[in-house]
């Protein structure tokens, strides 16, 4: 992906936010020199993965296959497993109209994903097979808004703003804005995007950027690259 395209995306995505009433901590606004002058003491921001982060998953049409996410604050895995600390995660998304997140699941990752405002979510639902695959027979049993549902394999349920659906490990997982753009809203245990997303098709999780302007805003692939928060 362009950086230019990164930019706008950003740029974007902080008016589309603003216009729900929510509001980004303080590090969302950091440019790269913000980040710079404040150099040392931010591990709890780069090591959790904080911040802006958007994918086209490798397909090269972002607005098709795409989602652009501000992850707001997160644990680590090892205070799953010592039982402790902050276990807990919470993400701010965007999907555009009928832009799909693929098909994936989580071993790990307990969440709910919630429609914060705009049109209404709409998340496609498979159980795994005995071999990781896709059960097409089998109905997914889940939770909305504390309430079991049923939902056919392959089934879809649609999210008015205020709803939400609790996805547990080995709940295949597909979403998009149904018909417009959506705020989406995601309350999890500890997020690990290296080890715990497991897509039903190969795709590229983080994007290879081409640097054809400055960044507006770092995505959390930049920090490493660019020594930030060290």
Known sequence: MRRSH???L???GEAFIRSFGFHLPPFADWS?????????GLERIVRPRLGWDITDFGRGEFLKTGLLLFTVRNGL???????????????IMISRR???TPLHHHKVKTEDIICRGGAPLAVRLFNLDADGGLDRTRPVRLACDGVMREVAAGGVVRLAP????????????????DGGDTLIGEVSTVND???????????ARFPTVDED????RPIVRDYAALGLGV
């Open 6 to 8: 990164l930019n706008s």
């Open 10 to 12: 950003i740029r974007d």
């Open 32 to 40: 790269v020199e913000d980040w710079r002058e404040r150099s040392g």
């Open 77 to 91: 895995p090892e205070n799953l497993a010592k039982g402790g600390g902050m276990v807990y995660a919470e993400k």
């Open 98 to 100: 009928d832009q799909l």
């Open 162 to 177: 205020g709803e939400s659906v609790t996805l547990e490990p080995g709940h295949v997982h597909a979403f998009w804005g």
């Open 193 to 203: 995007d290296e080890t715990d997303n497991y897509f039903i098709e190969p795709v």
């Open 213 to 216: 302007e400055p960044i507006h």
